[in-house]
């Protein structure tokens, strides 16, 4: 998917990214995936993309290279945050984090202005799905309920947006 | 006390979080670094088929997939008791070369290159990527992503996809390459190989000639006497993908050298009492706390450990890249952990090297890919070199090959000891009575950890997709005094 046929594929035609991020191994972790696969089922349209991952930082990168609008659907720990929540977020709600803190790579807004320095190709539109989870660390192949609830309703605030 | 937010959406689970005790003088007394530990894995895997390890494990991972993917492998050949075939066993090695020189980049220029472009203390707006191309020029900002999307191609080549490949399986691999991939990589493998040159070129005109941090490298704050792990070749030479474990000791003297089979009885596990994590130690010399020196079982595993256990790398540029980093620094054994990142370049050299060698290699385009198991599988262990240190993947399954038990170490498990270590030693180095604990100090801690390349479970990409680090400072009535947190 970051391979180099498949961005000179992907700046042939136009295009929207639906991302979703995360882990199924871990529980929470995986509801960017689970969202990402149910929009799968739901869209057909040649236009669309929608890739399932479970890279970050500089890696997103690589798989924005060459869409003009993204979606990315992420799972979320905020302070104080209600489980199942739904936020829609700009890359800029994470301005405040531009740096290099992370154990591996760097975070988003940070790849996402290095890949503007660089003349890359990256959408113009970002939007970010973030879902409060509970539990990123037990290996379970299922979202804890009130995750699991929260499915249906991003998948739909995404069809909307779409649209 | 004070309290110090510095991200409005910071996660509170999953974050690495040190707590460091004064005592009465307001010195150091204890520090510990905890990390999440990902849990259930051995029961998640009961009951699965084995040949669905390689694809399942590498999934644990957003970091380094290709690594446990390489592991689990292997662990197949072994539990199977089959041997791969001559192609297939070079395939794995060209593949696990180019993910070497996709993730050693990340790791040196997103991670270490700050600190020592920018400096330990700049700002920390300015202490990553985008400082360092404001320095060093947008021109090797855009060689890094080349050089991390022409290696992700050949990954992808083989592995049908870029991310979470399918290419290993018992007994060989998926795919093999014809003429005109083969000559893809060839030119990849060229191309990388003057990036790796480029970027040691860059370590030596910014860090070995700048006095300050040539003395930071060397400093007893970041120095421990250990004993050193990593995979070998049958004439002591650094190699990431197969060998024997070999184990040397502070003095650089080897201390064990192993098949895969027999880490039982090299390596134990220590468990403490505020930790998930357990600590492994070298059994036959025993766990004696977290101290270093030769009566003290704590080894590491890294990409300098790597450089110590070996007697050299088995390519000429790397080799002469090797001789280098032993006679600046004093000779064998390097104890100065923050020279983990040069050993890091030397280890990248090599790998480009051994990618183009591989990738010129008569049987490289050999459509004899695999052997098919025949043999009834009971046992299998697997040991790779993950970029930031030795890999272990054990299986035990029933006549049928479905897994019993099982049981990983991962780098980041091997290292916990010298880690909290690391952080203890920086801790006192810098927390000093009557000296104002600021947030400078957060990012010298964390100087302390980097270059063991930490994978920790929450690092990967949930949201805002970087490692939150807290770090708790209690006085000796066992009050918050300060927190610092990002």
């Avoid at chain 1, 209600?82 to 940070?110: C, M, W």
């Avoid at chain 2, 197969?242 to 009885?265: I, M, S, T």
């Avoid at chain 2, 370049?345 to 790998?351: F, I, N, Q, T």
Wanted: hydrophobic share 40%; charged share 25%; net charge neutral.
């Amino acid at each position: 998917m970051t391979a180099i046929r498949e961005f000179s594929h992907k700046a042939s035609s136009t295009k929207t990214l639906i991302l979703g991020l995360g882990n199924t191994l871990l529980c929470d972790d995986g509801v960017g995936l689970y969202v990402a696969a149910k929009l799968r089922e739901k869209i057909n349209q040649p236009n669309i993309t929608i890739i399932e991952t479970g890279v970050a930082g500089l890696s997103l990168l690589d798989l924005l290279v060459g869409y003009d609008k993204a979606i990315i659907v992420d799972a979320i720990q905020t302070e104080g945050g209600k489980i199942g929540q739904i936020y829609r977020l700009a890359p800029e709600a994470f301005n405040t984090a531009v740096r290099t803190a992370s154990a591996h790579g760097i975070d988003f807004p940070t790849a996402l202005e290095f890949g503007k320095k660089l003349g890359l190709h990256l959408p113009q539109q970002i939007t970010i799905f973030a879902i409060e989870v509970s539990d990123i660390t037990t290996f379970r192949e299922e979202c804890t309920p009130e995750v699991q609830k929260a499915i249906p309703k991003c998948v739909e605030m995404i069809l909307k947006e779409l649209n | 006390m004070k309290r110090i937010t510095i991200d409005p959406i910071t996660r509170l689970e999953g974050h690495g979080k040190i707590e460091i005790f004064l005592n009465d003088a307001g010195e150091v007394k204890n520090s510990y670094f905890q990390v999440p530990e990902l849990r259930g894995f051995e029961k998640f895997s009961e009951g699965r088929l084995a040949e669905d390890m390689p694809q399942i494990t590498q999934r644990i991972c957003g970091v380094c997939p290709e690594a446990h993917h390489m592991a689990s492998t292997k662990c197949l050949d072994d539990l199977f008791h089959v041997d791969p075939p001559s192609p297939a066993k070079k395939l794995r090695e060209l593949f696990y070369s180019t993910f070497y020189v996709t993730d050693h980049t990340t790791h040196f220029y997103i991670l270490a290159g700050p600190d020592f472009v920018m400096g330990p203390d700049a700002p920390v707006a300015e202490r990553n990527i985008l400082g360092v191309i404001a320095k060093v020029g947008l021109e090797l900002g855009g060689a890094v992503i080349n050089t991390r999307m022409k290696n992700h191609h050949i990954i992808h080549m083989l592995g049908g996809r870029a991310v979470h490949p399918v290419f290993g399986l018992p007994g060989g691999v998926s795919k093999g390459l014809n003429e005109d991939e083969r000559k893809e990589v060839e030119q990849i493998a060229k191309d990388s190989i003057e990036f790796a040159k480029l970027s040691l070129k860059v370590f030596d005109d910014i860090v070995l000639k700048n006095k300050a941090y040539v003395d930071m490298i060397v400093s007893d704050a970041f120095t421990h006497r250990t004993y050193y792990m990593g995979l070998v070749d049958d004439k002591n030479r650094v190699n990431f993908y197969d060998g024997k474990v070999r184990v040397v000791d502070p003095d650089g003297k080897e201390f064990a050298k192993y098949a895969p089979r027999e880490y039982l009885n090299n390596v134990a596990e220590h468990v403490e009492p505020w930790s998930y994590m357990k600590f492994p130690f070298l059994k036959n010399v025993g766990w004696k706390g977290f101290v270093d020196g030769k009566d003290s079982g704590v080894f590491r595993a890294t990409p300098l450990s790597r450089l110590n256990a070996s007697d050299g790398m088995a390519t000429p540029l790397a080799q002469e890249a090797y001789e280098k980093f032993y006679s600046t620094l004093g000779g064998k054994p390097v104890h100065h952990t923050l020279a983990t990142h040069w050993a890091r370049l030397v280890e990248l050299l090599y790998a480009a090297e051994r990618l183009l060698e591989l990738s010129k290699d008569p049987e490289i385009t050999s459509p004899n890919i695999r052997t098919i198991p025949t043999a009834k599988p009971d046992e299998g262990v697997g040991i790779v070199e993950a970029p930031r240190g030795t890999l272990t993947h054990h299986y035990i399954t029933d006549e049928n090959g479905i897994i019993k038990k099982a049981n990983l170490i991962v780098a980041t498990v091997n290292n916990a000891a010298a880690v909290n270590m690391s952080v203890n030693k920086a801790a006192r180095a810098l927390i000093q009575p009557g000296k104002e604990i600021t947030e400078g100090l957060l990012n010298r801690i964390e100087m302390a950890w980097r270059p063991y390349d930490l994978c920790l479970a929450c690092a990967t990409h949930t949201l805002p997709g970087q490692a939150p680090m807290e770090v708790v400072i209690y006085n000796s009535k066992r009050e918050i005094i300060k927190r610092l947190k990002r």
